[in-house]
């Protein structure tokens, strides 16, 4: 009787040696790390473009997938799509997902933060050569980022 | 043949398949992998005593071989008693109900298995690929059309027998039953896709396959479930009832068959589970 199951068992069963999936592009996480998660998961994007590793058009996960995969919470991976997406290098096309940007590869160049620190110490360099206090300067900043 | 003679062969071929033989392979898998792949060299893959799990794989054996004692017991209950066959379906369904407590006790054990592998990990490195999922990596195009046609089927035979008005019969309610399996294992399926990951270490090749595996064998167990609605409705339309209970034993025959599709073993990277976990340092 057991020759019997195992030959209908052998007949029925799905072969589950390999999946269509080709493995593209890995990016890896590491939650000891000092730079902020949703900082790492963006670099590793713009750093895959620059690489060559995505190219425009490609396909990305969906928040809820990535952020499951990586064991983050959603609004990590959220944070990083919203600022990739400011930044010209993905883009969301509603139902039909996120995919890098046609200009991914020249955006990903720009650094965002070292744009604003550069542009902030020109201004706070002029402001100093006229003659205002650091003090009227940190002020003057608070209250424009509360307006 | 006697109907009453088939359904003592059939219902012998259920309890010695899903209580002898699936349980059978399901330890000799359980023990290969102690053998093969022990605590000191993949210590990742224990997150408890292996003693435990060898006492759980023997409870497993225990309860099982409860239910091939059951099982005869009721082959010869109903070979000892004058009956009608009216409840014989019903009698054979929560046999099979009972009869799969220990598959249901092994994904319980499953759940907790991960967990344990979950609050062990101190593994600060977490991998993804940057690579959407779709339904179509993991079942082919032509199986989710077949799903789709026997669906589409199912609908036109249910508005079929319906025109007869058979008192018996619950008319477009199937439809909304069928319909509701459908979407629950659609659920299924999306949770296994793009839900949380059970195993910490598993390797993401090994995932796809697990994922391929489960989604395939939902697949099959929807084309079976509609295929035995319509069985079910033919036989009451045709009067030939009394076969109802060898059916249903045979449908879950069928669906035993497709519950043990498990990952080939040589193909699993045990590699993931060789490093030590830092709490047991």
């Known amino acids: 009787m057991i020759k019997y199951f195992d030959l209908i068992y052998n007949i029925c069963t799905i072969s589950t040696s390999s999946t269509n999936i080709n493995n593209k592009m890995r990016i890896q996480i590491d939650t000891n790390l000092s730079t902020p998660l949703f900082n790492q998961l963006m670099d590793q994007i713009k750093k895959a473009v620059m690489d060559g590793l995505l190219k425009p058009g490609d396909s990305l996960p969906s928040i809820r997938q990535l952020a499951n995969d990586l064991e983050l919470n959603h609004n990590t991976v959220a944070k990083a799509y919203r600022l990739l997406e400011r930044d010209s290098v993905i883009q969301t096309k509603g139902y039909r997902g996120t995919s890098i940007h046609v200009d991914a590869i020249q955006n990903s160049t720009v650094n965002m933060n070292a744009s604003i620190t550069t542009k902030l110490g020109k201004t706070i360099k002029s402001l100093r050569k006229s003659g205002a206090t650091d003090s009227e300067i940190r002020i003057a900043f608070s209250i424009m980022m509360k307006n | ?281």
């Open chain 2, 1 to 281: 043949m006697n109907i009453d003679f088939l359904l003592y062969i059939v219902l012998f071929s259920q309890i010695m398949f899903l209580s002898y033989y699936y349980p059978r392979r399901m330890l000799i898998r359980i023990h290969t992998i102690f053998k093969n792949y022990p605590p000191d060299e993949f210590p990742k893959l224990y997150p408890e005593s292996i003693d435990k799990y060898r006492k759980l794989a023997k409870r497993y054996q225990r309860m099982n071989h409860l239910m091939i004692g059951l099982g005869l017991g009721l082959i010869l209950w109903f070979y000892v008693t004058p009956r009608t066959g009216e409840w014989d379906q019903v009698i054979v369904f929560w046999y099979f109900m009972i009869q799969f407590i220990p598959n249901i006790g092994i994904d319980l054990w499953a759940m907790k298995y991960h967990n344990a592998m979950r609050l062990l990990n101190q593994d600060t490195q977490k991998e993804a690929v940057l690579q959407p999922r779709r339904l179509t990596d993991f079942a082919s195009k032509s199986l989710l059309g077949t799903v789709f046609v026997i669906y589409v089927i199912f609908v036109g035979f249910i508005a079929y027998v319906d025109q007869f008005d058979y008192s018996w019969f619950s008319g477009y309610l199937t439809v909304l039953i069928i319909s509701g399996t459908y979407l629950f294992f659609g659920l299924i399926i999306y949770r296994t896709m793009y839900g949380k990951v059970k195993n910490p270490h598993q390797s993401y090749e090994d995932r796809k396959i697990d994922i391929q595996t489960l989604i395939r064998q939902v697949i099959s167990i929807a084309i079976a479930v509609t295929f035995y609605a319509m069985l079910q409705i033919s036989l009451k339309a045709l009067g030939i009832e009394s076969f109802k209970a060898v059916t249903i034993s045979l449908y879950f025959h069928v669906i035993g068959f497709l519950s043990m599709q498990w990952p080939r073993l040589d193909f699993i990277n045990f590699d993931v589970y060789k490093d030590k976990p830092d709490l047991t340092k």
